[in-house]
Nanobody, 122 residues
Framework: QVQLVESGGGLVQAGGSLRLSCASSGRAFSRSAMGWFRQAPGKEREFVAAISRTSMTYYTDSVKGRFTISRDNAKNTVYLQMNSLKPEDTAVYYC????????????????WGQGTQVTVSS
């Protein structure tokens, strides 16, 4: 069983930055693809970014150029650096793991974290 624990959320003004972290308890972290999703109030959960086991990265269009996903296999941790934040980025952000090590659009994660709140004020 893989446990994912997110941290780094909070309240920030528009234009500011935050870095989310997700620590994984699983031994297979380096073989897993990792992702970030978000869910705003009243909306469905949506894909934000993913990184494969070979560090190929994927982003939804609305965050390209502003967000960066990265991973540190030695620390079993994946990060989401969020810059130039906008009020529409406000959501609960969830970390996710793909046991197969790859990501493609529509693939559902195998594991989820509990989420961390990000609030961007205007």
């Amino acid at each position: 069983q893989v446990q994912l624990v997110e941290s780094g959320g909070g309240l920030v003004q528009a234009g500011g930055s935050l870095r989310l972290s997700c620590a994984s308890s699983g031994r297979a972290f380096s073989r897993s693809a990792m992702g970030w999703f978000r869910q705003a109030p009243g909306k469905e959960r949506e894909f934000v970014a993913a990184i494969s086991r070979t560090s190929m990265t994927y982003y939804t269009d609305s965050v390209k150029g502003r967000f960066t996903i990265s991973r540190d296999n030695a620390k079993n941790t994946v990060y989401l650096q969020m810059n130039s934040l906008k009020p529409e980025d406000t959501a609960v952000y969830y970390c996710a793991a793909y046991a197969g090590g790859v990501y493609y659009s529509g693939l559902l994660p195998d594991y989820w974290g509990q989420g961390t709140q990000v609030t961007v004020s205007s």
